[in-house]
Structures are given as structure tokens and as C-alpha cells.
């Protein structure tokens, strides 16, 4: 078993992992394929893009990025 470290949206796509966006406040989630977070945030440092982030329920900022593993792992 290995580990990968995730640090960027093109590491998701690298390694073919998921990334789910989750509010802390309201428990509202959504989960985005690589290709999606990079068209809507950029392929940028996730810690970036966790700052800009704002729930559509709630409004606020308080996003937990989850890394999800592949479906299919090679």
C-alpha cells in the first residue's frame, strides 16, 4: 500500500482521486471529478482553493476538502 501526497488540483487528476467539498457549518457536500475543480478553481495549491470556497446553502467559508481514492487504482 502506498501514499500519495495530494497538494495541488493536478495531483487529483495525476493520481485520479476524487476531491469532495464538504461545509463545516451546514454539512452541505458536493463531490468534484478532477477536471471539474480544475475548470472551476484552477490546478492550483488545494489550500488556496479551500480559502476561496463558499457554501451555496449557507454562505459561509468554512470548506473540508476531503481526497477521495481512485474508483479504479492501478
Given at each position: 500500500?502506498?501514499?500519495?501526497?495530494?497538494?495541488?488540483?493536478?495531483?487529483?487528476?495525476?493520481?485520479?482521486?476524487?476531491?469532495?467539498?464538504?461545509?463545516?457549518?451546514?454539512?452541505?457536500?458536493?463531490t468534484l471529478h478532477p477536471f471539474d475543480v480544475i475548470q472551476?478553481?484552477?490546478?492550483?495549491?488545494?489550500?488556496?482553493?479551500?480559502?476561496?470556497?463558499?457554501?451555496?446553502?449557507?454562505?459561509?467559508?468554512?470548506?473540508?476538502?476531503?481526497?477521495?481514492?481512485?474508483?479504479?487504482?492501478?
Amino acid at each position: 500500500m502506498s501514499f500519495k501526497k495530494i497538494g495541488t488540483a493536478g495531483d487529483l487528476l495525476r493520481f485520479g482521486c476524487s476531491l469532495r467539498i464538504e461545509c463545516g457549518f451546514c454539512h452541505a457536500a458536493t463531490t468534484l471529478h478532477p477536471f471539474d475543480v480544475i475548470q472551476r478553481c484552477g490546478a492550483g495549491d488545494l489550500a488556496k482553493i479551500k480559502r476561496r470556497l463558499k457554501c451555496s446553502r449557507c454562505g459561509r467559508k468554512e470548506a473540508q476538502l476531503v481526497v477521495l481514492d481512485p474508483l479504479y487504482p492501478d
